[in-house]
């Protein structure tokens, strides 16, 4: 008798993604100046999607204020793999591909490729490996001199900033994303349109997505001042280049620059 045997494999379950999940910055492995990349990853099912920034700086060392902001979506593989990319207005392109970290650990490695056109006033073609090593929650006091006349002369400000606890929120295209919300009270010395303010709770204000701060207060004239900016490094010591605008109030459509300092 003839008898046929069927040989039982072992499925190996996919790869969590969980440890993906956080707020990185992504340290490139060479010694080569590279231009600073941070973003934040959140990862649901095999989808990731995140929220970062790019600090470009042209061969002239002045570096463009404000770079880009990121928002980076893509795939998660079974064996722990993924790949994330961002399009911004076909000027600039950024992908990411790395690997979910494992065991707990608390960083995770990886290549990133950057290609800025010229058309931008710079132009870039580079691929780098990089560690990505998370970010420490913001906590602290940060003041500065603000820059320029409008807000009028001798103007400092000092910002008290607190981390929240991390939110999901849904994205305007339906997609989920964790949040890194920020609160704080901002003090204003020497202008004669506020004094002081408190933040607001604009779901698209008030938060960190890589090392780009973005907050909003309701000041004391009942205008809105908001300000946004890059920490330099993984230190968290300072904001720079920061840029204050207000709307409403006595000084609407005024605006003015800062380096913000920890104190």
Known sequence: MLVGLT?????????????????????????????????TLTVNGNQITGG?????????????????????????????????????????????????????????????????????????????????????????????????????????????????IPQTIQSTNGSTRTRYPLSGTISVQGSSCFKQGTTTGSLYLNEIAGNFVTMGFVMDDGSNLTFYGPFTDMSETEINPVMFTVSGGQCANKSGGSDLTKQ
């Open 7 to 39: 040989s039982c494999g072992t499925a190996t379950a996919p790869v969590s993604g969980a440890g993906l999940n956080g707020n990185w910055n992504l340290v490139a492995d060479s010694q080569l100046k590279h231009p600073p990349l941070s973003t």
């Open 52 to 164: 970062g920034f790019l600090e470009i700086q042209c061969q002239s060392g002045t570096p463009l204020i404000g770079g880009y902001s990121l928002a980076f979506t893509g795939t998660l593989a079974p064996d722990g793999t993924f790949h994330v990319t961002e399009p911004v207005a076909d000027t600039v392109q950024v992908t990411i591909d790395g690997t979910v970290p494992v065991n707990n650990s608390s960083s995770w490695n990886g290549t990133y490729t950057i290609n800025l056109a010229a058309a931008s006033g710079c132009s870039l073609n580079q691929t780098e490996t990089f560690t990505a090593v998370p970010f420490a929650p913001v906590a602290g006091t940060y003041a500065g001199a603000i820059s320029g006349v409008q807000l009028g002369s001798g103007v400092s400000a000092s910002v008290q900033i607190s981390e929240d």
